[in-house]
């Protein structure tokens, strides 16, 4: 079975904060594909990146990272000098490939960013 | 750049009635997905779709659901006879090769 956990709730900072939303993940699977996905308050769901598990490189897009890391099973999201434009709703998901395609989402974490 | 759309953006009915969600994905995508997501909660997978039969549905997709591709742009998920527990945020997705999804911006169903 496949599982993910977000376990930050919610997080808040000022403005120019750096702040690193955590993913844990298992699965049974030894190929899979590792998501995050942003829902502002306006509800729709954006694609950030998507991560192989056979490519354990860290990607870096403008103010975001992500730190993929096979051995604690573990893919965080970090984003460098926050914005208030980055108040959101970030969902880490997990979609394996030994027979169910089902993806499994995390159940968020709220980042509110004060200006 | 293409993107999924979905109509209506809000659908309110009445418990019992049956409704239809619709969808048109990306053009030359071939697989299709409809999740669910009730207010506050995570986002769940309800049924893949892939030439023109479902691949895969979870325990949420039960008899009451249904999904159609009734021409070659629309993916359609009908409700029969609504609940108050349907009441959520209902996104279609749509992706070229079973991994990458890309989502419409959702239907927001309240059943009253």
């Known amino acids: ?115 | 750049e293409p993107e999924v759309t979905q109509t209506p953006s809000h659908q309110v009915t009445q418990m019992g009635q049956e409704v239809i969600l619709r969808c048109v994905p990306i053009s030359n995508h071939l697989y299709f997905y409809w999740y669910r997501q009730i207010l506050g909660q995570k986002v769940e997978f309800l049924v893949s779709f892939y030439n023109n039969e479902i691949s895969e549905k979870s325990e949420i997709f039960d008899d009451q659901f249904s999904v159609e591709r009734p021409d070659g742009s629309n993916f359609t998920l009908k409700i029969r006879s609504t609940k108050l527990e349907d009441s959520a945020m209902y996104f279609c997705a749509s992706s070229p090769d079973w991994v990458e999804q890309y989502f419409g911006p959702g239907t927001r169903l309240t059943v009253t």
């Open chain 1, 1 to 115: 079975a496949q599982k993910v956990t977000q376990a930050q709730t919610e997080i808040s900072v000022v403005e120019k904060e750096d702040v690193t939303l955590d993913c844990v993940y298992e699965t049974r699977d030894t190929t899979y594909y590792l998501f995050w996905y942003k829902q502002p308050p306006s509800g729709e769901l954006v694609f950030l990146i998507r991560r192989n598990s056979f490519d354990e490189q860290n990607e870096i897009s403008g103010r975001y990272s992500w730190n993929f890391q096979k051995s604690t099973s573990s893919f965080n999201f970090t984003i460098t000098a926050s914005q208030v434009v980055d108040s959101a709703v970030y969902f880490c998901a997990l979609r394996g490939s030994g027979g169910s395609y089902i993806p499994t989402f995390g159940r968020g974490t709220s980042l509110i960013v004060h200006p």
